[in-house]
């Protein structure tokens, strides 16, 4: 249905049909493959948690790939085209935009991405048959008051033992995203020593008079802002799973106050947002020294990398508020929210919409620092945004009773 709705929508634009319905399939196939090893890491994992964590991390890293694939690549002569480097050749994605529907078509590209969904799909075939239900070939460790740490007794030290682990996924993940982020900076800086006509085709495109490798670790640190986002919107999930599978109640059933409940998960999510730009920045600040590629010093960009956690923490906060008011909606509007956001941040302006509207985007009140002046207005309203949620989240959770699917 999506492939279908791109390939339409393209040709509704008025864009040549054949090259809209391969847009479509290109968008498709990245689609079936992720799909397929989506299928093959849920016989794998022992939890929807961990195959969901794992299932989105191989996502991130396909997209990481595919940039560095991309920055590593050579454009021709005419600034319009980039040969993808190797690292593309690793990435589903990187794949898909090798077809080039409008210009010289290529299809093995969606052979090599179909091929490949279809054998992912039969080795998960093949491994569902060789479990039981119920089963994973990764066993979760065993839990019980012998495991159990002093921390435990409080519940924010549940909310913290729950999460530990997707924290870690995703302060590694941040880690990558840093290291992608300094290790090309010589990259760009020789790119830019070697082809002039680079350097002034991004003058043109960015009207801001900034150092190339600062605009590039910009963008990369407002990556970190939305994963940031990200993580704080799944920690405050877990709420839901807690609920559904029955443990809230157990927990709820001894004098454990209902606010304490829902704010110990929040401090974990708040942690969550404000751990994953920071590990972004400060490992790519120390590669960006180490490579002497040049850009802003290491305690510019790791105060640049702090600039996204405001409006990031908007996100789990309201979150929090739709789980205390209506838990089932917690999920699609939490990730529903997040996705209109960067849409209205990043394509609002090109695709017109009114200042007003863009501006609801919490990314819009972020500061693009090294490139922009730190917007503390800005960093003040989200930041007291978040705590009038979390707030009138923390009131309302008292007014419901616990619910089951």
């Known amino acids: 249905m999506l492939a279908l709705t791109v390939g339409l929508g393209f040709i509704a634009a008025g864009l040549p049909v054949r090259g809209?319905?391969?847009a479509g399939a290109a968008v498709g196939g990245v689609g079936l493959l992720f799909a397929a090893a989506a299928a093959g890491v849920a016989q794998i994992m022992p939890s929807a948690r961990s195959a969901n964590g794992t299932a989105a991390a191989l996502v991130g890293v396909a997209y990481l790939m595919r940039g560095a694939g991309d920055a590593l690549g050579t454009p021709d002569q005419s600034m319009l085209r980039v040969v993808p480097g190797w690292p593309s050749l690793f990435s589903p994605i990187g794949w898909g935009q090798r077809i080039r529907p409008y210009?010289?078509?290529?299809?093995?590209?969606?052979?090599?991405?179909?091929g490949s969904a279809l054998v992912l799909a039969a080795v998960a075939v093949t491994l569902r048959k060789g479990r039981d239900l119920g089963d994973s070939y990764l066993h979760a460790r065993d839990n019980g008051p012998e495991r159990a740490g002093p921390g435990i007794r409080s519940v924010m030290g549940l909310a913290w033992r729950l999460q530990r682990g997707t924290l870690v996924g995703w302060c590694f993940t941040a880690a990558v995203l840093g290291l992608v982020a300094g290790a090309l900076g010589p990259v760009i800086r020789d790119a830019l020593v070697g082809n002039p006509s680079i350097a002034e085709l991004i003058s043109r495109l960015v009207p801001v008079k900034a150092n190339m490798i600062d605009l590039f670790t910009t963008a990369m640190l407002g990556l970190g802002g939305v994963m940031a986002a990200a993580a704080g919107i799944q920690a405050v999930l877990r709420l839901r799973v807690e609920e559904v599978e029955g443990r809230a109640e157990l927990l709820l059933s001894v004098p454990t106050p209902r606010i304490r409940w829902l704010t110990g998960t929040l401090a974990v999510a708040a942690l969550s947002?404000?751990?994953?730009?920071?590990i972004t920045g400060a490992v790519a600040a120390t590669v960006l020294a180490v490579s002497q590629a040049g850009g802003s010093s290491p305690d510019i960009v790791v105060a640049a990398s702090l600039a996204h956690v405001p409006a990031a923490l908007v996100f789990p906060a309201l979150t929090a508020l739709v789980f205390a008011f209506t838990p089932r909606l917690s999920s699609?509007?939490?990730?529903?929210?997040?996705?209109?956001?960067?849409?209205l941040a990043q394509f609002g302006e090109l695709l017109g919409l009114p200042a007003w509207l863009r501006d609801l985007s919490p990314f819009r009140h972020s500061s693009a620092m090294p490139v922009e002046t730190f917007n503390l207005q800005g960093a003040l309203l989200m930041s007291g945004m978040a705590l009038i949620v979390a707030a009138l989240a923390g009131r309302a959770i008292y007014r419901r009773d616990l619910t089951v699917p």
């Open 332 to 343: 699609p509007v939490g990730w529903a929210a997040l996705g209109v956001a960067l849409v």
């Open 20 to 22: 809209s319905l391969l």
């Open 273 to 278: 947002t404000a751990a994953i730009p920071v």
């Open 103 to 114: 210009t010289d078509t290529d299809l093995s590209p969606l052979l090599v991405l179909t």
